[in-house]
């Protein structure tokens, strides 16, 4: 099988196409190394890696045309990630959350009913207090640019499926976090500055909860969708376990083994206070689960941890 991955130089992306390679799979890539960080973090992470790489945005339909080339199935992960840089580039995150998708899906128009997995976020359930979110819970509005347009992306794929018959299965993803991870990611920040002993700020109270995913257990959802074709469906892939912010900073203490030297600093706007996943409905259809513990993932982003 020969397998797109858009976005494939980045954090997720370039485990899955390991993880794709390792079971025999050939990958062509699609990635424009995006500058919203240091680029050369993501050419590292395609380093000696046997790919056919298409060096292009997604918006371009003559790079979307050249990558979709001989493939079998797509993984569409390329996006402008980021709740809180989305508040300063609106446009942008609209032009290449939805205008890209869109591109993809009208290439995808022409081809036999390849089948799509698409990457969206826990973040396309807004803010709310209880849980856990369910796949068919009602949406209310998006509290950031970020999550309106995952929202927004949803839909047209399932305009697409409606329209054309694209099988699709979207994603849900809750805080992924890993080896590779963004920079910009709190988990990255808090283990950088744990191991330095730097200040770091942390916003809100502390009272804040996530719905953690390591991205291993990611990578196992994307291949049992790839391997399992919807015709249309939606899934939440997360753990299930939301962890309050405050135990996330010892999670990380404990990981590290030093304390962390927290700045408190007010909460910012985009950030929900609560995501909590119900993975019931990927476990019945896909048979997925996760399997790393908060502790045990933490851990694999030390520098002493091999990469994965």
């Known amino acids: 099988m020969r397998v797109l991955v858009t976005g494939g130089a980045g954090f997720i992306g370039s485990h899955l196409i390991r993880s794709l390679l390792l079971r025999g799979d050939e990958v062509t890539v699609l990635d424009n190394f995006d500058p919203s960080y240091d680029p050369s973090i993501k050419e590292s992470n395609l380093e000696g890696l046997m790919i056919e790489l298409v060096e ?3 918006r371009d339909r003559s790079a979307v045309e050249e990558s979709l080339r ?11 990630a980021g709740v ?6 609106p446009a942008e995150y609209a032009s290449v959350n939805v205008g890209g998708t869109v ?3 009208e290439a995808l128009r022409e081809r ?28 209310g509005f998006p509290a950031s640019p970020y999550a309106g347009s995952k929202r927004a992306a949803e839909l047209m794929c399932h305009g697409a499926h409606l329209s054309f018959g694209l099988p699709v299965s979207m994603l849900r993803f809750f805080t992924v976090y890993g080896p590779r991870q963004r920079p910009a990611m709190a988990i990255s920040k808090f283990l950088r500055a744990a191991q330095a002993g730097d200040a770091v700020d ?6 804040s909860r996530r719905d953690y995913t390591h991205v291993s257990d990611a990578v196992r959802a994307i291949t049992a969708a790839i391997d399992a074709p919807q015709s249309c469906a939606v899934f939440n892939v997360g753990g299930g376990k939301p962890v309050q912010l405050n135990e996330l900073v010892a999670a990380i203490e404990q990981a590290v083994g030093r304390p962390l030297n927290i700045n408190h600093v007010e909460t910012q706007l985009g950030d929900v206070s609560l995501t909590w996943a119900d993975p ?11 399997e790393m513990s908060l502790v045990d993932g933490l851990r694999t982003m030390l520098p002493e941890s091999p990469r994965r």
Request: without cysteine.
């Open 56 to 58: 292009g945005d997604v």
């Open 70 to 80: 001989g493939v079998d199935a797509v993984v569409h992960l390329a996006a402008k």
């Open 84 to 89: 809180r840089e989305s508040l300063e580039q």
């Open 103 to 105: 591109t993809l899906l």
């Open 112 to 139: 036999d009913r390849v089948p799509l997995v698409f990457a969206s976020s826990s973040s396309v359930y807004g803010e709310r207090h209880e849980g856990p979110f369910k796949e068919s819970d009602l949406l």
């Open 202 to 207: 942390l916003f809100g109270d502390g009272s």
């Open 280 to 290: 019931s409905h990927i476990a019945a259809e896909l048979g997925w689960a996760p």
